[in-house]
Structure formats: structure tokens, C-alpha cells
């Protein structure tokens, strides 16, 4: 084993105080938030089992991961909610000058699209 995997391998969480893992070293059963998110899954209120340590770019980098036996099925937006989502985005592309509604969203220094605002300074 390699110092630096030595230096992150602390299974029982005697030094870092939790269960702790190098980068690939994790056993089966848990997964990072993102993993659960692809498998359809959330963490469901359940603490921290356990991270994985490495050196990255800035210094020392962390994945805390979570149990798979306890993670509960991602929530999904009722059609009512995903509407007023929809309303909300579009919202964003409204421009405040012409009304007509634009393939981007209205950049926020401008306050109005790009055609309206061609010639003009920044506010």
C-alpha cells in the first residue's frame, strides 16, 4: 500500500472520526451523493457513514458517502410544481422591453435582451 493510501485508510474512523477510505478504496454499499442521484436515490435524512480522502489540486479533497441500504427514492416535482418551474424559466427569458421571449436568459446587467440593449451602455 501506498503512504498516501496508508495515510487515508482508516476503516474503524480512529483518526478522522468517521470511517475513512482513499480515492477507490471504498467498499460496496456506499455511494456519494451524486451515485445516488443516477440510481434514483437521496440520502433520506441520514448522517454521513463514511468519505473518501485524496490530494487533489488546493489540497487534501473530500466525498462524504452514504449508506445504499438506507437511502430512500428520489422525490420527484408534483405537475403543479414542475408548471410553476416552467412559468419561472420562461420568466427569465421574458425581456422587459420588447416582451418577446428569447432562446437565453436576459442577462442580469442588462435587464433586457441583447437586441434592446445593442448601442447602449451597462446600467
Do not use: N
Not at 24 to 30: I, N, V
Amino acid at each position: 500500500m501506498s503512504r498516501i493510501r496508508a495515510a487515508f485508510h482508516d476503516p474503524e474512523g480512529a483518526r478522522y472520526g468517521i470511517p475513512t477510505y482513499w480515492w477507490r478504496g471504498a467498499p460496496a454499499g456506499y455511494a456519494t451523493r451524486r451515485q445516488l442521484r443516477a440510481k434514483g436515490l437521496c440520502p433520506g435524512r441520514q448522517p454521513v457513514a463514511a468519505q473518501v480522502l485524496w490530494r487533489g489540486i488546493g489540497g487534501t479533497r473530500t466525498a462524504y458517502l452514504y449508506r445504499l441500504d438506507l437511502a430512500r427514492p428520489k422525490r420527484t416535482a408534483t405537475p403543479r410544481q414542475r408548471a410553476a418551474i416552467d412559468r419561472a424559466l420562461a420568466a427569465r427569458r421574458t425581456c422587459r422591453e420588447c416582451a418577446q421571449v428569447k432562446p437565453y436568459y436576459i442577462p442580469h446587467s442588462l435587464g433586457e435582451c441583447l437586441d434592446c440593449s445593442e448601442g447602449r451602455t451597462i446600467r
